[in-house]
């Protein structure tokens, strides 16, 4: 499943892509440069994430929060305590006509 899909880019514009799904009861995240599904994968590292609060991207969730409220805390994450921005959330939800 799904969790987010978040379009990010740093100070410098470089353009990432983040994606987190849930697996086996744990959540996976993928990091791609560009703002597609299909770059090539970089590292969580490159993120920064926790280099001004000590903040961690979450592994479960222990706060018990829905989907959406988990997807905005990550979001808070990336957005104080990494050297990148989210600049668009991609849905979760496909519609077909």
């Known amino acids: 499943m799904k969790l987010a899909h978040l379009q990010l880019h740093s100070s410098l514009e470089n353009k990432r ?17 560009g703002w597609g599904n299909y770059g ?6 490159d993120l920064q994430v926790g280099y001004n609060h000590g903040s961690e991207l979450p592994l ?11 997807r905005d805390y990550v979001v808070g994450i990336i957005n104080t305590d990494s050297t990148y ?6 849905p979760n939800e496909i519609t077909f006509k």
């Open 40 to 45: 090539t994968g970089c590292s969580l590292t």
């Open 85 to 90: 921005e989210v600049i668009n959330i991609i």
């Open 60 to 70: 479960d969730n222990e706060r018990e929060l829905s989907v959406d409220e988990w």
């Open 17 to 33: 892509t983040l994606i987190a799904k849930l697996k086996e009861g744990s959540i996976h995240y993928s990091l791609f440069t």
